[in-house]
């Protein structure tokens, strides 16, 4: 049997007509840019979320860039944000000028909350957790601390669509979160695509005037900004798969109960603890061993698809040389990137697919 890390055709065709028609739509009105679709999409999001506003961008990353720029976050500040993550959540903190403080993970691979507070300094601007692998951080802590210390709190919800934290969903507790719509998230274009939300009126002006050349009015340029507009097509896409996103979500949640379930005691396999209090949306299902690399290579040649979310942590990634960071500073984050290994997660999984992984899992350690 063959199994993908992910697959994007399974869903694309459920959803074909659907899709189809949505996209021939924008080509027949040649609506490229600026199309109705990015304000309804907006609008449904907005709504989904229970928010004032979302702002349409072109990818995860402008996301963050755009909204720690119109924090006023730039040279001499720093913000925090956690050890393990995508590059994204560092580089565009570097981008603004500013230098990205590293917490250490917790034993659920985000941000670790009580180590948190020693990292603060009286250039400290803001604090970006990141809802790793689906999974809320302890946002309430970390508000607390935000709160306390008067620092702008954003949370970065790429890989958290509609994940919840003690009945609250993710990305409505900060000033603004940023998410990524990368086609293989738990929604995802068909290209590169992103959003912002946000209560704040204000801010969410100037995030939709910045990422429009610094203009609401087309030559009416307030600010210099730059171009990172949702694409309509992109749009269309996501309008769509928003139907069905809260569906998706239980699937995976499913499907994790049940890698839970057959891999328990199959050799040094841990599977990934999650928190009491939230609901956690398994973009990635991450287990860990000491045997990661073998296995990783064992399931690839059993046609098995895996991937390692991430293989080196962000202090250590040489665009952080300069930091001269050791393993020392970061001991969770230094033993995860060696063990950790994502398995196959996406709704359309079956358990046979499944038990065919716990299977050839099985027969590795044996
Ligand atoms: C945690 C995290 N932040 C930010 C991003 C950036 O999103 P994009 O790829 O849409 O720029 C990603 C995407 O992989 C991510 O996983």
């Not at 929604?187 to 590169?192: C, E, P, R, T, V």
């Not at 569906?247 to 995976?252: F, G, S, V």
Request: glycine content about 6%.
């Amino acid at each position: 049997m063959q199994i993908p890390f992910v697959d994007l055709k399974t869903q694309y065709n459920s959803l074909k007509n659907e899709i189809d028609t949505a996209i021939q739509s924008v080509i027949d009105r040649t609506a490229f840019i600026k199309g109705s679709e990015i304000k309804e999409f907006e609008t449904a999001y907005a709504k989904a979320y229970g928010i004032k506003h979302c702002i349409g961008v072109a990818n995860g990353t402008d996301a963050i860039y755009i909204v720690l720029k119109m924090l006023g976050i730039g040279t001499d500040d720093e913000v925090i944000t956690v050890a393990n993550s995508w590059i994204s959540t560092a580089e565009t903190i570097s981008q603004t000028g500013a230098k990205p403080v590293f917490v250490d993970i917790d034993e659920f691979s985000t941000i670790d909350a009580n180590k948190i507070e020693e990292k603060i300094t009286c250039k400290t601007k803001a604090i970006i957790p990141v809802h790793l692998y689906g999974q809320p951080a302890e946002i309430l802590k970390i508000k607390q601390i935000t709160d306390k210390h008067n620092l702008y709190l954003i949370e970065d919800c790429a890989q958290a669509h509609f994940a919840e934290f003690e009945g609250q969903k993710a990305g409505t507790f900060g000033d603004a979160a940023t998410f990524s719509f990368y086609p293989g998230k738990n929604l995802g274009a068909y290209g590169d695509a992103g959003a912002i939300i946000t209560n704040s009126d204000e801010l969410a002006e100037k995030f939709r005037m910045f990422a429009n050349h610094g203009a609401l009015q087309k030559h009416h340029h307030i600010m210099p900004g730059i171009n990172s507009r949702l694409d309509t097509l992109q749009a269309a896409v996501l309008k769509v798969k928003l139907a069905h996103i809260q569906k998706w979500n239980e699937m995976r949640a499913e499907n994790a109960a049940y890698y839970d379930k057959i891999l328990q005691g199959i050799g040094d396999i841990i599977c990934p603890p999650k928190r009491k209090n939230v609901k956690h949306v398994y973009h990635v299902y991450s287990i860990r061993t000491k045997k990661r690399d073998e296995l990783m290579r064992y399931l690839k040649e059993k046609d098995i698809g895996t991937a390692v979310h991430y293989p080196v942590a962000l202090p250590f990634m040489q665009a952080y040389a300069d930091l001269n960071h050791t393993e020392a500073d970061f001991p969770m984050a230094a033993q995860y990137q060696h063990e950790i290994l994502s398995l196959p997660m996406y709704p359309e999984l079956t358990k046979e697919m499944m038990d065919y992984v716990a299977e050839t899992i099985k027969n590795f350690y044996s």
